[in-house]
């Protein structure tokens, strides 16, 4: 977690570091650069140490970014949430995935167990009150984990969904301490699907088998070629994003994952 010095810069652990103006203007100075180039500005800028790369080991733009970040870096941590509701193939495929890769890997955890959470909240919290649950099991873990980093990246692309459409390439989030680097934020589904069949990055079996966005298994189905990628995940609810924020008690939607 960093502090502000000014409105200009915080202090992180590598040194003074850009704050909320700075990397207003770093994000346009970075827009149309390679996602390789913006790799290499974030490890630059923050470090391996202040530097984590948050994967969900379900869709390709994951993968490619951990591809891309082993070949700059050895130190750059991957952080990953375990809801305790995935996929048994995406647990067994990270293990793979990070045997081929070296570098640090953080599985993050909700603080109730599976069984802690339905006693105390019932057995159809899932699909009743689905943004409680992803609070909970996603998205108060991350914010924990994010106390010990100055900057973190994240796969997602503009046209994936209406809420990605204005991500920037890297912006200033106060309620993390820290800056989010979106180095896929302009890239289309091709590039990230040529990159991986150039490069040979593993991608969770489950992609072959229909499903094209994977989250938990309770909420995830296989798509129809003619569908979204995403229309799979909350199948049949108002939900579209797990990355919520509270503010003034109420549950608020943004672009995070
Ligand atoms: S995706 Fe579903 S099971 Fe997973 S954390 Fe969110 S609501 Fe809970």
Redesign the pocket.
């Known amino acids: 977690m960093s502090e502000a010095l000014n409105s200009e810069w915080y202090s992180g652990s590598s040194g003074a570091l850009p704050g909320p103006r700075e990397l207003a203007w770093e994000a346009e100075h970075l827009e149309g650069s390679s996602p390789r180039e913006i790799l290499q500005w974030a490890v630059e800028t923050y470090g391996g140490d202040g530097l984590a790369l948050s994967a969900s080991f379900g869709g390709p733009e994951g993968m490619a970014l951990i591809d891309m970040i082993s070949k700059i870096s050895d130190e750059v941590t991957i952080l990953t949430i375990d809801?305790g509701?995935l996929f048994e193939e995406t647990i067994e495929f990270r293990e793979e995935v990070m045997r081929r890769y070296k570098l640090p890997l953080e599985v993050l955890r909700p603080r109730l167990s599976v069984e802690e959470q339905v006693q105390r909240y019932g057995e159809r919290m899932?699909t009743c009150s689905?943004d409680l649950?992803?609070q909970v099991?996603?998205i108060e873990p991350l914010e924990r984990a994010l106390e010990e980093y100055d900057a973190w990246m994240t796969g997602i692309r503009r046209e994936q969904t209406p809420q990605r459409a204005n991500t920037k390439v890297v912006a200033w989030k106060e309620r993390y301490g820290a800056a989010k680097i979106a180095p896929l934020a302009f890239i289309t589904e091709e590039w990230v699907h040529e990159y991986v069949a150039e490069h040979d990055v593993p991608v969770n079996p489950l992609l072959k088998r229909g499903y094209k966005s994977i989250?938990?298994e309770?909420?995830t189905r296989p798509v129809a070629p003619e569908e979204d990628a995403r229309a799979g995940r909350?199948s049949g609810m108002e939900k579209t994003e797990?990355g919520l924020h509270w503010v003034d008690g109420k549950a608020v939607r943004n672009e995070s994952s």
């Open positions: 809801t509701f899932r689905p649950c992803c099991r996603k989250g938990c309770p909420q909350w797990c």
